[in-house]
Nanobody
Framework: QVQLVESGGGSVQSGGSLRLSCAAS????????MAWFRQASGKEREGVAF???????NYADSVKGRFTISQGNAKNTLLLQMNSLKPEDTAMYYC????????????????????WGQGTQVTVSS
């Protein structure tokens, strides 16, 4: 059973930084992929950043150059370093994982991810 628990959200001023963490349990050592998604109030969930067990990454255009996805030193920890935050980055951020559809899941469409965390709120004020 895969479980994902996000942490690290909070409130920050525009231009600031936050680092989100996702503690994952139940993942295999290889053949998986993970991603961060976000959902702002009244909007659809959108993909932010993707990585897989081989280290490949993909980012939404809106966060390229500002956000970095990585796997932490602790086994099965997913990180999202968010720099130069903007008010439009305000959203609930979710960690997601998948095993069997990682090739297509790289496209950052939520429908391809099976496992989800509960989310952590990020609020950026101007």
């Amino acid at each position: 059973q895969v479980q994902l628990v996000e942490s690290g959200g909070g409130s920050v001023q525009s231009g600031g930084s936050l680092r989100l963490s996702c503690a994952a349990s139940g993942l295999t050592d290889s053949g998986y992929c993970m991603a961060w998604f976000r959902q702002a109030s009244g909007k659809e969930r959108e993909g932010v950043a993707f990585t897989d067990s081989d280290g490949r990454t993909n980012y939404a255009d809106s966060v390229k150059g500002r956000f970095t996805i990585s796997q932490g030193n602790a086994k099965n920890t997913l990180l999202l370093q968010m720099n130069s935050l903007k008010p439009e980055d305000t959203a609930m951020y979710y960690c997601a994982a998948e095993f069997s559809r990682c090739g297509i899941a790289k496209s950052l469409r939520s429908v391809y991810f099976h496992y989800w965390g509960q989310g952590t709120q990020v609020t950026v004020s101007s």
